[in-house]
Structure formats: C-alpha cells, structure tokens
C-alpha cells in the first residue's frame, strides 16, 4: 500500500506562505485522487483540498479558496499544497491522504481516503 509521507511545516506570520511537500512511496499515486486535511487541537479533522487522478479537477473548503493551491507532479509521486495569505486560523496538523479508488476525481469526506500520512505542523501566528 502506498505510504505517503508530508514535509514542509512550520511557524509563519499571519499573511506569508508556506508549501506542504506530500511524497509517496511503495506504489504510484498516479491513478489516485489526492486530498489534503488538517486537524486543529480540539477539533475534528476537515477536508482542505483534493485533486482528481488527471490533476484536472481541484475541490477546496471555502475557508481556504482563493489563498490555497493544490497540484501534483505524477513523475515525482509528489502532491504540493501551496499556503498563501495564511492565517491564525489556519494553524493545524495538515495530513495528506491517497484515495485509493483508481481514478477517481476526489471527495471531501476522509473515508473515501485509504491511506494517510503523518501530518506537518503548520502554525501561523498573529
């Protein structure tokens, strides 16, 4: 099963940029959606952004549209999630998740997601 593993985390003042590296490894992610999560102390897991198998197709929260970018790169079995005009709020643990269904557009409910990664801290202060 693929093992995904996110990187690029960190501290960042209210209004910067931060870019989440999720790297795959045992098998491709080339037939997978992909999406991205991200848990706040005491508060249940939600979905931040998805892409479709194709990268042709893109799904995000309202909370992030317009700040938030999703892509991948197939040959490098690597997703990126680039942060922009962050905020407090935004402060979480980011997980990236593999949906293992073969080509599939991508769904904003983490049960459709077969495998996980260990998540980045992502902290953005005011």
């Known amino acids: 099963q693929v093992q995904l593993v996110e990187s690029g985390g960190g501290l960042v003042q209210a209004g910067g940029s931060l870019r989440l590296s999720c790297v795959a490894s045992?098998?491709?992610?080339?037939?997978?959606?992909m999406g991205w999560f991200r848990q706040a102390p005491g508060k249940e897991r939600e979905f931040v952004t998805s892409?479709?198998?194709?990268?042709?197709?893109?799904s995000y929260a309202d909370s992030v549209k317009g700040r938030f970018t999703i892509s991948r790169d197939n040959a490098k079995n690597t997703v990126y999630l680039q942060m922009d005009s962050l905020k407090p709020e935004d402060t979480a643990v980011y997980y990236c998740?593999?949906?293992?269904?073969?080509?599939?557009?991508?769904?904003?409910?983490?049960?459709?997601?077969?495998?996980w990664g260990q998540g980045t801290q992502v902290t953005v202060s005011s």
């Open positions: 998740a593999a949906d293992l269904r073969p080509y599939s557009d991508g769904a904003s409910v983490a049960s459709k997601y077969g495998s």
């Open positions: 045992r098998a491709t992610i080339r037939t997978c959606a």
């Open positions: 892409i479709s198998w194709s990268g042709g197709s893109t």
